[in-house]
């Protein structure tokens, strides 16, 4: 069993649909948890982090977290084409070497269709 | 301001030969981390390069090792390359170490043959 898991998808919506994406993850010792969004042939861009557990909205964007459940998610309101894309979630470990070693899911694929 | 640069953007090599990659990061950025990318295994971390040194490796055979230089610039080396190192790789800079906020290139793509 991987430390993070995430549907590969696809995630098929129509425009405008809110849309909800999942991570669950094994290691309670994660902190800081991340969502990145990655376009084809792109390299990941981070969309959101949070520490805690609970809601932290951006825009179309709220990133939720349950540590008490080990469940993190991403919903994207009002989705657009352009959303269209692989969304990773990330979570980070504190490692001997005195920094953050980063663990992501496999990511979900989403299309959004006009 | 200039992102993350890296090259070169594609490579084929052939089964046993070594590669290196090189990444230049955002102005200002002393952190540089290295991932595989794979579809079967998603995005791995590789190591941590901070005010060159290495900070953290991540489950990697010592054939992948990397270096930083003075002006935070790094490369990544991959010896005896096998078909499995086939991958997207991709460095991300940031700040400091262990900054949450990391920028990725596009990424070098790797085709071993």
């Known amino acids: 069993q991987k430390e993070v898991e995430q549907d590969p998808g696809p995630l098929s919506v129509p425009e405008g649909a809110i849309v909800s994406l999942n991570c669950t993850y094994s290691n309670s010792a994660f902190q800081y948890f991340m969502w990145y969004r990655q376009y084809s042939r792109k390299g990941p861009e981070l969309l959101m982090y949070t520490y805690s557990s609970g809601n932290k909205e951006d825009g179309r964007f709220t990133a939720q977290v349950d540590k008490s459940s080990k469940y993190i998610s991403l919903f994207i309101r009002d989705s657009q084409p352009s959303d269209s894309a692989t969304y990773l979630c990330a979570m980070r470990l504190w490692a001997s070497g005195g920094s953050y070693i980063p663990t992501f899911g496999r990511g979900t694929s989403l299309i959004v269709h006009p | 301001k200039a992102g993350v640069t890296q090259t070169p953007r594609y490579l084929i090599k052939t089964r046993g030969q070594q590669v290196t990659l090189s990444c230049s990061p955002i102005?200002?950025?002393?952190?540089v981390s290295w991932y595989q990318q794979t579809p079967g295994q998603g995005l791995q971390f590789l190591f941590e390069?901070?005010?060159?040194?290495?900070?953290n490796k991540g489950n990697f055979p010592g054939r992948f090792s990397g270096r930083q230089f003075s002006n935070s610039r790094s490369e990544m080396n991959v010896s005896t390359l096998e078909l499995g190192d086939s991958a997207l790789y991709l460095c991300?800079?940031?700040?400091?170490?262990?900054?949450?906020?990391?920028?990725f290139g596009q990424g070098t793509r790797l085709t071993v043959v």
């Open positions: 102005s200002g950025h002393r952190s």
């Open positions: 991300a800079s940031s700040l400091d170490s262990g900054s949450t906020e990391a920028f």
């Open positions: 390069y901070f005010s060159e040194t290495q900070r």
